[in-house]
């Protein structure tokens, strides 16, 4: 009933900058925390940032201060600009909400715990 379809990844070099969106459709009534995890090769899924519906935002130390989550509730979509890419961002980045499902009658039906595909990003010279 709800889709999340992530863009914007791809190769850059060391020092670069990308910009992430996850546009979440569906049967909608409303969205609530929206975050970007990853996912590097033999490691764990991590939580890179978080931002509420309220735009409180929330980021892993390892991204303070070069990523920039940031929500556009009118088109139920999410971003992440990454700046200051290193070769140890290099994942599968993932986008999640949690998203009240509308029902048939327009109303609110439950919340359920939706992720994206995953897009690639590579930061290599």
């Known amino acids: 009933q709800v889709q999340l379809v992530e863009s914007g990844g791809g190769l850059v070099q060391p020092g670069g900058s990308l910009r992430l969106s996850c546009a979440a459709s569906g049967s909608i009534f409303r969205i609530n925390a929206m975050s970007w995890y990853r996912q590097a090769p033999g490691k764990e899924r991590e939580l890179v940032a978080a931002i509420t519906s309220g735009g409180s935002t929330d980021y892993a130390d390892s991204v303070k201060g070069r990523f920039i989550i940031s929500r556009d509730n009118a088109k139920n979509t999410v971003y992440l600009q990454m700046n200051g890419l290193k070769p140890e961002d290099t994942a599968v980045y993932y986008c999640?909400?949690?998203?009240?499902?509308?029902?048939?009658?327009?109303?609110?039906?439950?919340?359920?715990?939706?992720w994206g595909q995953g897009t690639q990003v590579t930061v290599s010279s």
């Open positions: 999640n909400a949690d998203v009240g499902v509308r029902s048939y009658s327009g109303n609110y039906a439950y919340t359920g715990h939706y």
